[in-house]
């Protein structure tokens, strides 16, 4: 048997186990070093792999995020957020038809936002929700599913531990994949909603109503949700605009919601070393997941199954799209079976190179050229400004100094004056300096882009434009396709969560609530399965929507 053979053979071994109950990450770690010791014919590789995997796995400092927004997510539990933002959700939309499942949904998408973690939103917001729900009359088959699919708003909506896994699998940045789960996951939300409002029409007696409250409770109420946006606002906002990378972001995370735990009073002692323990024994299952992925990744790699199975389908002439649908489709079937960290680590390595092969057409060189140029030309101003008022932001003086006098010998050559004497340059003439160039040729620049058409390697290096060619291209490509491919398998992921008969949301809801037999949960949950294969859908047809926030 080839060492090919031998990889393809190792997928149906390594699901044989896991369907017999395996532990996921025991179940790669033995398939991988199986694998290893057959295909290398001895344990040399096997030993040294041993020996070196374990370090090299988990001295990656980007792991480090993990155990960070999983405490965030504990101390998050224990502070009361969930209750006020359902009670400040129930308090505006409680008294319309269906208004405190939408509450619920709303509730469950923020505590997903200081969360990240799919059963954690599930479990905590079922214990502040469902009572709720059946106090106003709300079917016991509808409020589960209800709260099943809200809790899938954890692993969606920034932060997500999946996504970070996702990250460090495909080599992406994690502050950028965040940005781009933001508007699919205000989607899902609002899809779920939609959701509730059609089916509460068609079963009206599955919602019973409530009265509304007054405008000064639900003024009061949504000022209660303060630490959450609190929060979100600092972690979230804090990464993007570069105060801190996302590790640390997550770090401050879990230390302001543990702060507000201990000052609401609900974090004692005992609370505190619960939640770390609990961290922790999550920590452990997933990395010991992560090294099990990373032995199983390694011998794919040696049997080169992921090249392999990308030059087949690159060759079959598929068109790009049938390919992408082809994979989302098995990640459907398949997460119905197994949990969503599982089916990253397994099947990404697998599947993210065939995604990297194909050009999906997602940006043009006319964009790249026309953004990079936009850019360009405001960093021109911005400098200009600097150097009118004396100081750069970041630059040293010495070489502000040799920037004040490039300047000034730019300006000399145009006739324009001195720095000093400039009062109100024109913005093509701040571009032609700042790009050591003239004004026609900047013009001449944003007309071709204007145009349509594409510039030069001349024009470009006329004006100093870099990072728009056509290997730059490539690149971005690249990024914005592993980015996009990310957020849908994230959310087909999700769909496999709610989805039966082994959706794992539906077990932790149904745990929760031993009076409604699971097949009324899995009845009123195939409506939020529907709305999230049409948000599949959407998304598919319409890659702009999870790109249009992030730059080019």
Request: aromatic share 10%.
């Amino acid at each position: 048997m080839s060492v090919l053979e031998l990889g393809y053979l190792s997928f149906p071994i390594l699901l044989i186990m896991i369907f017999l109950r395996a532990p996921i990450g025991l179940a790669m770690l033995v398939v991988g070093l199986g694998g290893l010791y057959y295909a290398t014919g001895g344990t040399t590789v096997f030993l040294a792999k041993l020996k070196s995997e374990v370090y090299t796995t988990f001295s990656s400092y980007s792991l480090s995020i993990i155990p960070m927004f999983l405490l965030m997510g504990q101390f998050a539990t224990l502070s009361g957020m969930s209750t006020a933002l359902f009670k400040a959700a129930e308090s505006w939309l409680g008294h319309r038809k269906g208004g405190v499942a939408m509450a619920s949904v709303g509730a469950c998408a923020g505590f997903g936002s200081i969360c990240g973690s799919s059963l954690a939103t599930a479990a905590t917001m079922s214990r502040v929700a469902l009572p709720e729900l059946r106090r106003y009359g709300y079917s016991g088959g509808f409020s589960t599913a209800t709260l099943a699919a809200g809790g899938t708003l954890g692993i969606l909506i920034p932060p997500s531990v999946i996504l970070v896994i996702y990250a460090i699998l495909t080599e992406q940045n994690i502050a950028k994949l965040f940005l781009a789960a933001f508007i699919p996951g205000v989607l899902a939300a609002i899809g779920y909603m939609i959701t509730i409002s059609i089916y509460v029409r068609l079963y009206p007696d599955a919602a019973g109503t409530r009265e509304p409250v007054p405008y000064s409770e639900r003024i009061r109420a949504l000022l209660d949700v303060w630490p959450v946006l609190l929060v979100f606002g600092l972690v979230v906002g804090g990464i993007y605009l570069g105060w801190f990378t996302p590790t640390e972001g997550a770090a401050v995370g879990a230390a302001g919601t543990g702060l507000i735990a201990l000052v609401s009073g609900q974090l004692d002692w005992a609370r505190f070393k619960e939640s770390i323990i609990s961290t922790a024994q999550a920590t452990a299952m997933i990395f010991f997941i992560v090294l099990g992925a990373g032995f199983y990744n390694s011998f794919l790699a040696l049997s080169q199954v992921p090249q392999e199975l990308s030059n087949t389908i690159v060759g079959l002439g598929w068109s790009p799209w049938m390919v992408l649908i082809i994979i989302l489709a098995f990640y459907l079937v398949f997460g119905c079976l197994m949990d969503s960290l599982s089916m990253i680590l397994l099947t990404i390595p697998i599947f993210f190179p065939i995604i990297s092969n194909l050009d999906f057409g997602l940006i043009s060189l006319h964009a790249l050229q026309e953004a990079r140029f936009e850019s360009w030309f405001a960093e021109a101003q911005m400098w200009f400004e600097g150097l009118q008022a004396g100081a750069i932001e970041g630059m040293r003086e010495s070489r502000f100094a040799r920037e004040l006098e490039g300047a000034n010998e730019q300006m000399a050559v145009l006739g324009l004056g001195t720095v000093a004497d400039a009062a109100s340059l024109a913005p093509m003439q701040i571009a032609a300096i700042f790009g050591e160039t003239t004004p026609d040729v900047v013009q001449a620049a944003r007309a071709t882009l204007e145009s349509g058409a594409t510039l030069d390697d001349e024009t470009m290096k006329a004006i100093g434009l870099r990072g728009a060619n056509e290997s730059n291209l490539a690149r971005v490509s690249l990024e914005h396709v592993a980015i996009w491919f990310g957020i849908l398998v994230l959310i087909v992921v999700e769909v496999g969560l709610i989805t039966p008969p082994v959706g794992m949301n539906l077990f932790i809801i149904n745990a929760m609530d031993r009076k409604t037999p699971m097949v009324e949960t899995y009845k009123a949950v195939m409506w939020f399965v529907t709305s999230d294969i049409v948000r599949v859908a959407i998304l598919v047809a319409f890659p702009v929507i999870t790109l249009f926030l992030i730059p080019v």
